[in-house]
C-alpha cells in the first residue's frame, strides 16, 4: 500500500479504491478489555462483501445489508443548508459514540461543529485535534466551561 500526503505533508496509507479499509489496529481483535467495536465489523464486512461483488459473486443483498448496517451505526445523515445563513452546502453529520461530527461549507471555507451532549457519561471529557496541533481538552464534563485547554 502507497503512501499519500496532505496539505499539512504528513504521510498516511493511500485508501482502497472503494475508500473503505479497516485498519489492522481496530479490527476488533486487538480491542482492549471491556470494549466492543461497533464500525470495524461492519466496515471489515462491507469491504469484504464488496470485493466478492467486483470478482463477480452474487451477494448485492449482502452489500445492501452492509451499507444499511454501517450507515446506521454511524447514524450518517445529512440538512439542506438553511435560507439566508453563510451555508453553502449541506450539513453532513456523523455521530460515533456519542458524539456528532457535523460539517458543512460556509462562504468562507468549511464549518465543523463537535455536539457531545449525548456522550455516554463513562468519558470524563472531550479531547479533540485539528491539523496535529496538539490535543485540546474540552473540561465541560467536570462541571468546567467548554473551552479548550491545550495540553
Known amino acids: 500500500m502507497g503512501l499519500v500526503g496532505n496539505r499539512t505533508g504528513i504521510q498516511k496509507p493511500a485508501p482502497t479504491r472503494r475508500g473503505l479499509r479497516a485498519m489492522p489496529e481496530h479490527d476488533g481483535t486487538n480491542a482492549p478489555a471491556g470494549t466492543t467495536p461497533a464500525i470495524s465489523p461492519l466496515l471489515g464486512q462491507l469491504t469484504t462483501d464488496l470485493d466478492l461483488f467486483d470478482a463477480g459473486c452474487d451477494n448485492a443483498v449482502a452489500v445492501a445489508r452492509g451499507m444499511r448496517a454501517l ?8 440538512y439542506e443548508a438553511e435560507p439566508g445563513t453563510d451555508d453553502r452546502g449541506e450539513q453532513v453529520v456523523v455521530t460515533v459514540y456519542g458524539v456528532d461530527l457535523s460539517i458543512r461549507r460556509r462562504d468562507d471555507g468549511l464549518f465543523v461543529h463537535v455536539d457531545s451532549s449525548d456522550m455516554p457519561d463513562e468519558y470524563e471529557r472531550l479531547t479533540g485535534e485539528v491539523n496535529c496541533g496538539g490535543d485540546n481538552v474540552y473540561d465541560e464534563r467536570a462541571g468546567h466551561a467548554a473551552v479548550a485547554v491545550s495540553r
Open 71 to 78: 450507515l446506521a451505526a454511524l447514524r450518517l445523515r445529512t
